[in-house]
């Protein structure tokens, strides 16, 4: 049988505020389709994040540090829509994450209009990984507000910098 071509490139949207271990699993799990992925952290003025753009770029780049595929990721930031985006880099794939049913609607809404907008662009959704499956960066910060122990949730320098910011 004639080997089926892989996709080359797929763009990774989010807020990653901060990005989670859930994250990286979808990462490593997208790199066995996709032979190079964006990690596009999104610029959205209506939001105010707990960590600057900057800090969430940096966080993102500290927690690939040491990963042994990092030549085939790239990290950068975007503004305004994300079609506009993914056709800059042309790219034809938007990957996102699904943990459980209440994602569905949100992502089908977001997948739907992003079809809308670029017809020529796919969403690709991929299960994360179990262990993950209750984890969010909202879930996170909730809970390191509150003093919890994030630990094996989330990378280390972001465990490190949610203590920092949290707990001056
Ligand atoms: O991690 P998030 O917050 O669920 O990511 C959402 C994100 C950034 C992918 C989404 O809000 C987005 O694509 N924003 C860019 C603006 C845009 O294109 N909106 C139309 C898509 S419905």
Known sequence: MTE??????????????PITNGHLDLINRGLKLFDHIVIAVAV????????????????I???????????RLDVDAFEGLLVDYVRKT???????GLRAVSDFEYEFQM??????LNSDVETFF?????????????????????GGCVKGLVPEPVEKKLIEKLRP
């Open 4 to 17: 089926i071509n892989k996709c080359n490139l797929a763009i990774y949207p989010g807020s990653f505020d």
């Open 44 to 59: 959205n003025p209506a939001k105010t994040p707990l960590f600057s753009l900057e800090e969430r770029l940096d966080l």
């Open 61 to 71: 780049k500290e927690s690939l540090k040491d990963y042994p595929l990092r030549d």
């Open 90 to 96: 042309g790219a034809k794939a938007i990957l996102r």
């Open 111 to 116: 997948a739907l209009m992003n079809r809308r």
């Open 126 to 146: 991929l299960m994360t990984g179990m262990r993950w499956i209750y984890i969010s960066s909202r879930i996170i910060k909730e809970v390191a507000y509150a």
